[in-house]
């Protein structure tokens, strides 16, 4: 079996494990709320701040939400935003990186110039910024980490597509009269996918990290909707009554993280067999 | 040498010059009149008028930018909404916060991260290096917010041995101030150090691959000669780079940090102005924060070919 080329044996015991973790998550984020029955905004006063106990498995929230519920549909806002700001990012840079490296000259410089500004910007602070101007929301949150981690994207497209676009086989296309459009799409586009495919499960990551960031900041996904970000921002005042509040909401974080992580560096090794050794 | 750093020194004049419309064109996009902020719901259209001419919003925007851009050039930032105080002051103020915990949290991260990598990549796929990965991995994976979070309920609220809420300055009060620095500082370290020992393995692994090292060896050398005058230099020198960004986003980053510890530091001032809707605090955190992280870069790659030999200035 062989995916971009590479053969599927190679990817290693923590590659599995985190491809593992992240399907758990991502099924968990899909199937959760449609096999576990139960609203993540009821209220039931009795299980205020209680700890993990009968008719509430992971105990009740400040309001005496149900703490399980809420982690479940925190995993779905999670993915969903995760995947929806990484597609935004790629392919957004994808486009801008294939159109500045291959066509070479001031639209180059033009869009090299804008990315390098961009890139000239530590990602959380032009993040925070985008917030400012979008306002909290889910919407506000995959445009403002799409833009800001783009120019990532586009430095990666721009050197690979520099580097292809003097080899024989994209000379051969144009002799052959094929258009640049088409050159860029049949020939160049496809050159550049393993690169991204790396980068894109690092931003993967990336992205569920400042999402949550945000969220604990209270520029991210807005109360009541639960996020696993701003689960942990409003247990904070109840740390000492209800420390489940705490550890639960980062753990989850920290274990999808590790998934990513773990999975992001398998896909790596997979394409630089050098650091295997 | 002194063309390399002139030339580069020169090139991040129009970065900032970029960075600087950049932010000033994000602050424009923010919905809502500044002059109707200013002065609340309640004012008189007249009133509202005569602010904005005052404030010079009436004029075309390049104007705008260019009026802006002078002020700023001269350390005027404006003065906070809020408080009506000037902001310059206050950045700098709040920045001698942040910057005490960073950089102590980053020189100490460098300090048990690069060794630990190179240890790592030496006795690669060893036990050791097994070890050293995954932990780093582990802490790569954990949020600064979530462990900060944890440590403040474990030490300060079950055993009560640190402050919780509140900072003191090191220079008011160094004994104090160092018992609040503990926790943050051990948060960003233990977050940070995970993705510089990662770095200084892979760039050790790279290196040592390299020829002349098989040619220190068989000269003789000891391993320790081999790994410390032959590999470090070469192989510190990318780390040397993330170390640059850790630093310059840090001041970003720690907004977070400064949340969880209740500390009076430039990111939290940044947050609190974007939910103030202070538009001027925010600007300048912005301006402040993005050139600081220009101002590191350069410097980093000034330092660079001191680290290594084969950049020749």
């Not at chain 1, 209270?218 to 639960?226: A, F, I, K, Q, W």
């Not at chain 2, 719901?41 to 705008?64: C, H, N, S, T």
Request: proline content about 6%; hydrophobic content about 55%.
């Amino acid at each position: 079996m062989s995916v971009l080329g590479l053969s599927l044996p190679r990817l290693r015991l923590n590659g599995l494990l985190g491809m593992g973790i992240l399907t758990t998550v991502v099924l968990v984020a899909i199937l959760g709320p449609v096999l576990v029955s139960g609203d993540p905004l009821a209220l039931d006063f009795r299980a205020r701040l209680m700890g993990p106990g009968p008719g509430h498995p992971l105990g009740g929230d400040e309001f005496g939400r149900d703490v399980m519920m809420r982690l479940i549909h925190g995993a779905r806002t999670s993915i969903w935003i995760a995947f929806f700001t990484t597609c935004f990012a790629i392919l957004s840079g994808l486009v801008v990186g294939i159109l500045a490296g291959f066509l070479r000259g001031w639209t180059d410089r033009v869009l090299m110039m804008f990315n390098d500004a961009l890139l000239a910007f530590p990602g959380l602070l032009l993040a925070l910024g985008f917030m400012a101007v979008f306002g909290a929301s889910r919407h506000g949150i995959i445009i403002a980490l799409g833009l800001a981690y783009m120019p990532a994207v586009v430095r990666v497209v721009r050197g690979t597509v520099l580097s292809l676009r003097e080899r024989e086989f994209v000379e051969a296309s144009r002799v052959m009269g094929n258009s640049e459009a088409v050159t860029m799409m049949r020939h160049i586009l496809p050159n550049c996918l393993a690169p991204v495919t790396v980068l894109a499960t690092t931003m993967f990551g990336w992205v569920i990290l400042a999402e949550s960031a945000l969220s604990f900041l209270g520029l991210g996904v807005p109360p009541p909707e639960p996020s696993w970000g701003n689960m942990l921002s409003t247990a904070r005042p109840y740390a000492a009554q209800a420390p489940h509040l705490i550890l639960l909401p980062g753990l989850c974080i920290s274990i999808t993280l590790l998934g990513v992580n773990m999975f992001g560096d398998a896909i790596r090794d997979w394409l630089d067999p050098k650091m295997q050794g | 040498m002194l063309k390399f750093l002139l030339t580069r020194i020169a090139s991040a004049v129009p970065t900032l010059l970029i960075v600087t419309a950049a932010i000033f064109a994000l602050m424009r996009m923010i919905p809502g009149d500044p002059a109707v902020l200013m002065l609340g719901d309640m004012a008189q259209p007249g009133q509202v008028e005569e602010l904005r001419q005052r404030m010079g919003l009436d004029q075309p925007l390049p104007i705008q930018f260019v009026t802006w851009l002078g002020k700023v050039l001269s350390g005027d930032f404006g003065q906070s909404i809020a408080t009506g105080e000037p902001v310059l002051p206050l950045i700098f103020e709040r920045f001698g916060v942040s910057a005490s915990v960073v950089l102590i949290a980053v020189v100490l991260a460098s300090v048990i991260a690069v060794p630990a990598g190179m240890i790592a990549a030496w006795r690669q796929n060893s036990l050791g290096d097994v070890a050293i990965v995954g932990t780093a991995t582990l802490m790569l994976s954990v949020p600064s917010f979530w462990l900060g979070l944890m440590l403040l309920t474990v030490f300060g609220l079950w055993l009560g041995w640190l402050p919780v809420v509140g900072y003191v300055s090191l220079a008011d009060d160094p004994t104090a101030g160092l018992l609040y620095l503990i926790m943050p500082v051990l948060t960003l370290v233990m977050v940070e150090a995970g993705a510089i020992t990662r770095m200084a393995r892979a760039s050790t692994i790279e290196v040592a691959r390299l020829e002349y090292i098989t040619h220190a060896r068989a000269k003789g050398l000891s391993e320790r000669a081999v790994m410390w005058r032959h590999a470090f230099r070469n192989a510190f020198a990318p780390t040397w780079t993330l170390i640059g960004l850790i630093l310059g986003s840090l001041l970003a980053n720690i907004a977070v940090t400064e949340t969880v510890f209740t500390i009076p530091g430039l990111g939290r001032m940044l947050i609190d102005g974007i939910f103030a809707r202070d538009y001027p605090v925010v600007q300048g955190c912005m301006l402040f924060i993005a050139f600081i992280y220009v101002a590191v870069n350069l410097l980093v790659d000034l330092i660079y070919p001191l680290l290594d030999p084969r950049v020749a200035a």
